[in-house]
């Protein structure tokens, strides 16, 4: 079974940096594709940017240039590194798995980035 685990969210200053780390296990990291989401109140949850297992990036048009998604295949972890946060992109931010064949396997529980103004 899928196990997902984020951490790295915090409170953060407009313009900062936050790291988030998605960390597998249950299953090999380069046999499976990470999402990362972001669900703000009342809003609904959004992808933000995903990687799948053969290494192809998706990044939503809202943080391209500013967020990176990154995987460590020895770690089992993907990172999502997001620069110049702004305000409007605080959110619950999860990561989800999929197969090969596109289907979601677990979901994280999610964490907490909210960014001051």
């Known amino acids: 079974q899928v196990q997902l685990v984020e951490s790295g969210g915090g409170l953060v200053r407009a313009g900062g940096s936050l790291r988030l780390s998605c960390a597998a296990s249950g299953i090999t990291l380069r046999l499976i594709g990470i999402g990362w989401y972001r669900q703000a109140p009342g809003k609904q949850r959004e992808l933000v940017a995903s990687?799948?297992?053969?290494?192809?990036?998706y990044y939503a048009d809202s943080v391209k240039g500013r967020f990176t998604i990154s995987r460590d295949n020895a770690k089992n972890t993907v990172y999502l590194q997001m620069n110049n946060l702004k305000p409007e992109e605080t959110a619950v931010y999860s990561c989800?798995?999929?197969?090969?064949?596109?289907?979601?396997?677990?979901w994280g529980q999610g964490t907490q980035v909210t960014v001051s103004s």
């Open positions: 990687i799948n297992n053969g290494g192809s990036i």
């Open positions: 989800n798995a999929r197969n090969s064949q596109e289907i979601i396997i677990g």
